[in-house]
């Protein structure tokens, strides 16, 4: 009987501490640059897999940020920029703890999409 309590005190302590862990974040940050001098209009969409997404239609400014996200690490993350603008240059970024963490750029009429899961540190 005093094996079996202690088996059961055992495991409820591993179940205890084991329900506190936290899992760990990391600040995400969208941003998008425009290189050239045109100003196009062109749209935005970021996503995450707990915290949803954000939509900004006909943005046109030559910078765009989304501010720090804090998301858990694992998490899949997506950014979607697209522009039917004839001319211009496009840089988007993931960065990861102010680390940079994908990166592509585009031009003339299209889009393009950064993806992938947020990586452990």
Known sequence: MKQLTGILVLVSTLLITGCGKEIPTSNVTYSITENSPASPAYDIV?????????????????TYSSGKIELEQGQHVSLTVSCIEPVYSLS??????????????????????????????
Do not use: H
């Open 92 to 121: 988007c970024n993931i960065f990861v703890n102010g680390n940079l963490w994908k990166s592509a750029s585009f031009s003339s009429g299209g889009s393009v999409t950064l993806a992938g899961e947020i990586p452990a540190e």
């Open 46 to 62: 970021y996503t995450s897999d707990k915290s949803g997404g954000q939509t900004v239609t006909q943005y046109n400014a030559p």
